[in-house]
């Protein structure tokens, strides 16, 4: 099977023009289905994996003989979860590994999940052969059943549930430990031998690769394995692989903050175990990025953060600026200094929410990074979010702007138009994101900000037309959507290969037009 990428290039022009019609909100179900059963594979593919589906069609996709086209809804972001869970027993193995896949969705963002007796099942039943231990499986459990995992009651999602033995109770680990499923037992006695320094000694490969690069920072040492990686590491750099392990031994701790390597320095300078003497010494370090990996240490003495409050390096002052130590009064005597052109990309709410009066304390600070810290919670109070709305540090708008469900839409609108970074085009998205008024934005020198215009139902003809000629491809091909598109410019998009599958979205489009590329369609889909 060609790639998606292929598929739509080579979809000739017809079936581009149809493919639009796949994606136009004001096509019947009639029509839908027209498509589904007649047209070629590029405009299924765009039916099927690009829009949300009304049930009729649904239940025609879920029965069609072609397993490409069950494919693409099995991957399809738009519509309910349980609706791409009918696919779930597909008779085809393509189909079925795909449904485990899910949508593409680049972390940290996370689809919505699969219903919990969907994965359930698919655990239960699916082989080696699909990919069960892909992100995208994972990324479509509920945050509930993979918490659920370690007492359930099928055998092989408690096996699954093992995984998660450095965040469960002793009470559990015993209950795995004495499981009556022999496949849960032996996980559990792998996770315990995990734990004992002897076995992970000889467990540890000699060479350089991704397991034993796992097991420097991840496992706990021997004495022998530690010793060894000091005096003869197997490759460059493993010296600082092994200064983030958690339970490095305290004598190398000490060791490696006098390491020749400042990036070694630099990361034992962020353990929390640091000691009171090392610690003195690697905020004097020479090398300012390990100043600024100990300036966040919260147990900084107030010598130390005096110390590093006045370095000469402003990221080092800016990263001690916000010790929690510092009151507010100490804070505004820093000569920090705030960088603008931060990541202000979304970020998803924390299992376990923030103390409300850490926020609030945040949120009313003078520090623009203790505001950009609360602008990112979910759930800010009202108040809040007003105050927020009106800061004077970009980054605190913008987050606010990316995170919260009551996001003004004037901030929404004015955080898309100042900031150009990481999540940028979620912000349209935002269900308060304003429409009204956007007609003015027609000549913008930013083409993204220019596509907003089709999101405004009062933006003229003459403007519409017009920008369906600009500079910019995707401005053209939104303002090729919208409905106040004169019917004369549309009838001649429908001939242009660039947009004709815009053109064809309209829902403007006439009913006649509709009609005539539909009779377009052979009995002979490819």
Not at 140 to 146: A, G, K, N, R, V
Not at 341 to 346: K, S
Not at 477 to 484: E, Q, S, V
């Amino acid at each position: 099977m060609g790639t998606p990428e292929r598929i739509w290039a080579e979809a000739d022009l017809p079936a581009r023009r149809l493919a639009g019609l796949a994606l136009n909100p004001a096509v019947p179900p009639e029509v839908l289905l027209r498509l589904l059963a007649d047209a070629p594979l590029a405009v299924r593919m765009v039916l099927c994996r690009d829009r949300d589906l009304p049930d009729p069609v649904v239940d025609a996709v879920v029965a069609h003989p072609d397993p490409r086209t069950r494919g693409f809804f099995a991957v399809n972001p738009h519509v309910d979860p349980a609706q791409r869970a009918r696919l779930v027993d597909d008779a085809d193995w393509s189909v079925r590994c795909h449904l485990t896949e899910g949508p593409r969705t680049p972390l940290p963002h996370r689809p919505r999940p699969l219903p919990d007796d969907t994965v359930v099942h698919m655990i239960s039943t699916y082989d080696d052969e699909e990919p069960l231990g892909s992100t995208g499986f994972w990324q479509q459990m509920s945050w509930e059943l993979i918490e659920a995992m370690p007492a359930h009651p099928v055998a092989r999602v408690r096996s699954w549930g093992v995984g998660r033995w450095e965040s469960l109770s002793a009470q559990r680990r015993a209950a795995l430990l004495a499981d009556p499923d022999d496949e849960v037992r032996e996980r559990a006695r792998d996770m315990v031998r995990g734990q004992d320094p002897a076995w992970v000694e000889a467990m540890l490969p000699a060479r350089p690769c991704h397991a034993r690069t796992d097991i420097l920072v991840n496992r706990p040492l021997s004495r022998a394995v530690v010793a060894g990686v000091l005096a003869a590491p197997a490759r460059e750099g493993e010296r600082a692989t092994i200064a983030l392990n958690p339970g490095l031994p305290a004598d190398a701790v000490v060791l490696l903050a006098g390491d020749a390597d400042p990036k070694v320095r630099e990361r034992i300078a962020g353990r929390a175990d640091v000691r009171p003497p090392e610690r003195r010494a690697l905020a004097a370090d020479p090398d300012p990025a390990v100043r600024r990996a100990v300036a966040r240490h919260p147990d900084l003495g107030p010598e130390e953060r005096g110390a590093l409050a006045t370095d000469p390096d402003p990221e080092v002052r800016l990263a001690v600026s916000v010790h929690p130590a510092f009151s507010e009064d100490e804070r505004a005597r820093i000569d920090y200094r705030v960088p603008l052109d931060g990541d202000f990309g979304f970020h998803p709410a924390p299992r376990v929410p923030r103390d409300p009066a850490g926020v609030r304390r945040d949120a009313l600070s003078g520090h623009p990074m203790l505001r950009r810290r609360a602008a990112r919670e979910h759930t800010l109070p009202a108040d809040l979010v007003a105050r927020l709305a009106e800061d004077d540090d970009p980054g605190v708008r913008v987050l606010l702007a990316q995170h919260h469900p009551d996001a003004p839409p004037a901030l929404l609108l004015r955080s898309f138009l100042e900031y150009t970074g990481r999540d940028r085009d979620r912000l349209p998205h935002h269900p308060r994101f304003p429409r009204a008024g956007l007609a003015r934005l027609a000549g913008h020198a930013d083409p993204l900000v220019r596509a907003l215009v089709a999101r405004d139902p009062e933006t003229e003809p003459a403007v519409a037309e017009r920008l369906t000629r600009d500079a910019d491809a995707g401005v053209r091909a939104a303002l090729a959507r919208h409905p106040n598109l004169p019917a004369a410019r549309m009838a001649e998009l429908l001939a242009d290969p660039e947009l004709a599958h815009a053109a064809a979205a309209n829902p403007a489009l006439d009913p006649r037009t509709v009609d005539r590329l539909v009779r377009t369609l052979g009995r002979d889909p490819r």
